[in-house]
């Protein structure tokens, strides 16, 4: 067994968040210490252009691993051509209620519904300012559970102007299932007016700081052909700069009649490969190259990264994927590319 094997073993006896904040605090405590050596992996240069950067290779780090941006050094050992924190919210939130996260290890899936529980973006960014890291770094950015609908595009402006000045890229959360409303965005006038109103404090945030941040947005699996359509003619409307596809799924179909799959939110991991896959394949139809997609989705081998950028991605990002196997799936993915 390998040294993530024996750990995942005991941290997997565990409740899922705590296993997470452990492994969490470790990351974050040892990432400047000879211990660092237990996660530290060696990978090839395979060097990508994307939205304008350049990045060291196309395997990335999913937001809502390192919330808070407190382990980014750490990750950045582990081989990852770029990391995304987040989600991050204006203000601190505690979440939902726990229990909130649920591993279903028969089929290598978890189930979240933590609700964009996070310190705040004032946090976030002391954290990022005391890393080392100066790799690609993407932000996610979200709205607070009790800011109502009408004003949620204040909460993304506040955020999206906050880390503007740190962030490679910024990503917009329009499809996380456990904040109330939130999905709405995805469509009709609601997603035109977002669209507009960021597009706008991009374009006057490239002129303060003399320097242009990519926009992306992160969309659902849980779409039809129509509502996708109607997404990425909006995408190209606004000129979005690249899509995250996807977030996670509402769909129990693949893990029905399993221990905890009746638990409410966000299904990830291998089951959600198929669909987020479907996403990626459509989009890249439409788009022709126009807007590059960062595929995320039950990554979890070289082969499932490979399916990804043969369906039109540009790159790709892993999360579930990561947590049954650890540092040596991005390794591995990123040395046989």
Excluded at 57 to 82: R, S, T, Y
Excluded at 235 to 259: C, M, Q, Y
Aim: net charge positive; charged share 20%; proline share 6%.
């Amino acid at each position: 067994m390998s040294l993530y094997g024996l750990a995942r073993a005991w941290l997997f006896r565990l409740d899922p968040e705590q296993a997470h904040d452990r492994s969490m605090g470790m990351l974050k405590k040892y990432a400047h210490t000879p211990l660092a050596m237990v996660w530290r992996r060696k990978v090839a240069a395979k060097p990508v252009k994307v939205m304008g950067l350049d990045f060291p290779n196309p395997i990335g780090l999913a937001a809502g691993l390192d919330k808070n941006g407190e382990c980014v050094d750490a990750f950045a050992q582990m081989g990852f051509g770029f990391i995304e924190v987040g989600t991050v919210t204006p203000k601190p939130q505690p979440g939902n209620p726990k229990p909130r996260l649920f591993r279903i290890p028969e089929k290598q899936a978890i189930i979240n519904r933590m609700g964009f529980n996070n310190h705040g973006v004032d946090y976030l960014l002391e954290q990022i300012q005391q890393a080392r890291y100066q790799g690609i770094l993407g932000i996610n950015i979200g709205k607070n559970k009790d800011t109502p609908e009408e004003n949620a595009v204040d909460d993304y402006v506040h955020c999206m102007r906050k880390v503007y000045p740190h962030a490679h890229y910024i990503t917009v959360n329009i499809s996380s299932p456990n904040t109330p409303g939130l999905r709405a965005f995805q469509h009709g006038e609601a997603l035109d007016k977002l669209l507009a109103s960021l597009k706008k404090e991009q374009a006057a945030l490239t002129t303060k700081h003399a320097r242009y941040v990519p926009l992306a947005v992160k969309i659902a699996p849980d779409l039809t052909d129509e509502e996708l359509t109607a997404m990425a003619q909006a995408f190209l409307k606004h000129e979005i700069d690249a899509v995250i596809a996807t977030n996670t799924t509402l769909s129990r179909d693949a893990v029905a009649g399993l221990p905890f799959a009746d638990e409410a939110g966000g299904l990830s991991g291998k089951v959600l490969f198929d669909s987020s896959t479907r996403v990626v394949r459509q989009l890249a139809a439409i788009f022709n190259d126009r807007i590059p997609i960062i595929a995320v989705g039950g990554v979890d081998s070289y082969a499932a990264a490979r399916a990804k950028l043969a369906a039109g991605a540009s790159l790709v990002q892993v999360y579930t994927g990561f947590i049954y196997q650890g540092p040596d799936l991005i390794a591995d993915i990123v040395n046989r590319l």
